[in-house]
């Protein structure tokens, strides 16, 4: 009897449980009522939705270019209180028009370009990944906005599922409406007012397909997974291929949920507004008329990178569609247009998105009429991301050449005192190169120039945005570990040094020649300047304290600047006669020839006079111009602290010996400025557990032999 009690009293307690557990479950909202909270088209107007930052590169605001771009920011601002606008530039007074529309608009120059202007596409995604918005979108500066692009985008937000949104804005053929001046309210070009609705109602029967593929627009939720597997290459924007290489690689490597949302856009741009119309959101003052080139480098990058060229047949293209039906949306397959949750995209192998299907048709099975419309709707509209036009890349690319000269590129960097900074370099040290650059660019020097000693390093520095040249010189024969001071290697190249510089000299401009192991934390040309003509002003190399710093042999041609007048040019002469007939490097060459053997040509502690010539050779101040070894400050706690605190311009990496060496000092000093990984500059807004990841990835990578890096690494910056 006592058992069969306890046996009716335990299952009376399970009753009851689970008689609670049930009613607790009515009380709770169903998911179909946690979809359907995010079904009106507008939101809640009490309840914020995500927030958006919007990026894009615009051309600079002027004339109907201008005018159209203005008119497309002012769209993206009206779409909500919660949208940010961020512009990049390389010259932040490029687009002053701008200022004027509040601080929702900024704008971003940390990110990198080429010597041309033309920004970089895997720059503009890596900020705009680093975005701290719920959801950032890439955008053309010429693309308008319709407030249900943001319904949109609060719809796709609630999916749980990181995904990708992409599509292609429409065009119209004329404009009708604009923006009134507070930048609220659409109105037809007679002045009357417009709802949203009646002018998307209107756009529907007057937009057009675009042509440009440039022109997508993509926009994703923000988080620390990739937009796809592996390297986004260095693709220039506005030049092609990009789009194209970024959608197949997304839907090859299933990281997110792709789905095309053109229709659900709201995305359009003004093909009349004005006489002028942009093919490329890039325009440039150097050759335009020549800039295939460009477009030949994307081509070439497109099929070295990824599974584009590869595997092209095997993915498919046809995406989910974001439909909207008034203020519901619907992913829909694409392929029949009729939603099932039983149904998973056919490019999507992997379980775990099907969970997206049925977040999306669970609200929409409900609505009866609704849903049979946007059904309807569906089937009728044949409107989606074209991909039928998508050109495979030739099989047998090879890098394009870049269609300039040394004169032309001269008279693109040059400043307006005529000054080029010139490094020299090979593929044994380009990621040192890169970081050079980085520093260069960071303190805003932009009238530099590469001399490439092979092949390798004037590819990689074309696909970089380099302003190169290639040395018209016999196989050098360069060492990628064995060409430090001291070996036969280093003497080879430093007398093309000279050689180059002369040859700048003879064109008219004025050369501060910098190795690019020499770090800059200040631009020293005005500094220089000052100097004149007749004076060659170079580093000391003298390390000791006590001893004057113009000694026999102290010369250091690895930075030094030299005006281009008769004088001068006459001594570089002597110099590079004297070192051709050299068993040694140029160096002793500088100073035997202008300082005199001995030093018999000295001047004080610091100066040397070279009768022949009437050329002055001034020592710089070693605590504003620091050798390597002076006053050990390359072993100090913190670098850059004991160099600010003796007001250090520029701080050399010389003495010390082999490229692995120096190379690991100067990374782990923090004077490293550049992701050997992403080959992009590494910049303020990136975390800083990232930098010091990237340069510990160099430390590893700078170990490595010659011999075992694969044929790809001429493309990629690694030293692998």
Known sequence: MSLQAGLRSIWLCGFLLISISLYATQLLPSLREQVELHQDG????????????????????????????????????????????????????????????????????????????????????????ASGSSISVLID???????????????????????????????????????????????????????????????????????????????????????????????????????????????????????????????????????????????????????????????????????????????????PKLIRCGAQFMISNASMCIPSVHQKPPFLKANRMLGVWKDAFVSLQSKGKGYISCIEKCNSDSSQLDVSTIQKPESKLSVPSPPFSLKKLLETVADDEKTVVLAVAGNNYRDMLMSWVCRLRRISVSNFILCALDDEVYRFSFLQGLPVFKAALSHLDISFDNCHFGTKCFQ?????????????????????????????FKNPLSYLHAYGPSVLVAQSDEFNETVPINLPRRLNSGFYYVHSDPATILAMEKVVT?????????????????????????IGDNKCHEPLTNVTVHFLDRNLFPNGAFQNLWRKKNVTAACMRRGCITLHNNWISGRKKKLQRHIASGLWEYDVVSRLCLQSWQDQKLHRKLKSEVAKKSSRKDENRPSFALITGLNA
């Not at 004297?578 to 000295?602: I, W």
């Open 492 to 520: 080879r190249v430093t007398k093309v040094k000279s050689r180059i510089v002369l040859k700048i000299l003879r064109m008219g401009y004025n050369v501060l020649m910098s190795d690019v192991d020499v770090y800059w």
């Open 42 to 129: 507008e939101g809640d107007a009490s309840s914020p939705g995500p927030s958006v930052t919007i990026f894009s590169s615009p051309r600079p605001f002027s004339g109907v270019v201008g005018d159209r771009q203005l008119l497309a920011v002012r769209s993206w601002l009206a779409l909500s209180s919660e949208v940010q606008v961020v512009l990049f530039a390389q010259n932040a007074s490029m687009l002053s028009p701008i200022r004027n529309l509040g601080s929702r608009v900024s704008i971003e120059t940390a990110i990198d370009f080429t010597f041309l202007g033309t920004p970089f596409f895997h720059a503009m995604v890596a900020r705009a990944r």
């Open 578 to 602: 004297h070192a051709s007939t050299s068993a040694m490097s140029e160096q002793p060459s500088f100073y035997d020839v202008l300082c005199g053997v001995g030093g018999k040509n000295r």
């Open 141 to 319: 500066s010429e693309t308008l906005l319709l407030p249900s692009f943001i319904s949109a985008l609060n719809y796709v937000y609630t999916l749980d599922h990181n995904w990708l949104f992409v599509a292609k804005p429409r065009h119209l053929s004329h404009l009708k409406f604009h923006l009134d001046n507070l930048g609220r309210q659409w109105v037809w070009t007679t002045g009357q007012k417009i709802t949203t609705e009646k002018l998307e109602e209107f756009l529907v029967h007057s937009w057009q397909e675009s042509n440009y593929s440039g022109r997508w627009l993509w926009a994703w939720n923000t988080g620390n997974l990739p937009l796809h597997a592996g390297v986004l290459p260095s693709f220039l924007y506005g030049k092609g291929y990009y789009n194209e290489w970024l959608m197949h690689e997304a839907l090859s490597t299933e990281l997110r949920f792709v789905f095309d949302g053109t229709d659900a856009a709201s995305a359009f741009y003004p093909e009349n507004f004005g006489s002028e119309h942009s093919q490329s959101p890039i325009d440039s003052e150097v050759e335009p008329h020549n800039r295939q080139w460009e477009s030949e480098a994307n081509a070439y990058l497109a099929a070295a990178y990824g599974s584009f060229y590869s595997n092209m047949s095997k993915v498919s293209y046809n995406m």
